[in-house]
């Protein structure tokens, strides 16, 4: 945090000194950014676009911040002017389909995690946030085909393990779910979520006495 200050410190110095250089402004708003004034970020972001108007990071960034504060609709506007700058913007496809299914705009949520994905095939976020769409969809063969493409690409990506969890609790595919909720917590003991919807599955259904060993690694994890 003082880090931060000192930066915003530099910046507003250099900016007093170049006010006409965006670099300045762009620095100084990432600094808001990492200690939660979003708003002061704005402003400095809006400078460095109209100073800079084909600077797709400051839309991207922009719209994160909005995307923050709740601004959805103002967030998605910045994300879309991102990807007219810059076609091939992975991230700003995957920030805007967040959005989408945020409001239920499931179609469109795929269409952008499907964009990204043929821009940068292997970024695990784009299958996870596709197979949540189809997962909502109940489209449950096309989100564990999501799924497990991100598991392959990162095999310790946690939220995909958790994501396929929940799909195969809704399979009631019990046993394959706590294997999956289990495995979640292997690589983020820390994992909220995961720890939820574990306890919930265990405590509403009984799974066979052949999958003991399971229950136990799990009971491990959570007292762990």
């Not at 708003?39 to 800079?52: F, G, K, P």
Request: hydrophobic content about 35%.
């Amino acid at each position: 945090m003082l880090y931060q200050h000192h930066i915003i410190r530099e910046c507003t110095e250099q900016i007093e000194a170049k006010p006409k250089n965006p670099n300045h402004y762009f620095s100084r708003a990432q600094a808001y950014k990492e200690i939660g004034d979003y708003n002061a970020a704005i402003v400095d972001l809006t400078r460095v676009i109209r100073m800079s108007p084909n600077r797709p990071q400051a839309y991207l960034l922009r719209g994160t911040l909005y995307h923050n504060l709740k601004n959805y609709h103002q967030a998605s506007r910045d994300f879309s002017a991102a990807i007219r700058i810059k076609t091939d913007y992975a991230d700003a496809y995957i920030l805007r389909g967040n959005i989408h299914r945020k409001i239920s705009e499931l179609p469109l949520a795929i269409a952008d995690a499907s964009a990204a994905i043929s821009y940068a095939p292997d970024d695990v976020q784009a299958y996870v946030l596709r197979g949540k769409c189809q997962q909502d969809l109940e489209n449950y063969d096309y989100a564990i085909e999501d799924y497990s493409k991100a598991i392959r690409i990162n095999p310790n990506y946690a939220n995909a393990y958790n994501n396929m969890g929940s799909t195969l609790n809704q399979l009631r595919q019990w046993e394959e779910a706590i294997n999956c909720y289990t495995k979640t917590l292997e690589i983020n003991p820390n994992h909220k979520d995961a720890h939820e919807n574990l306890i919930n599955l265990l405590t509403f259904h009984n799974p066979k006495k052949n999958s003991s060993n399971s229950i136990i690694k799990t009971n491990y994890q959570l007292n762990g």
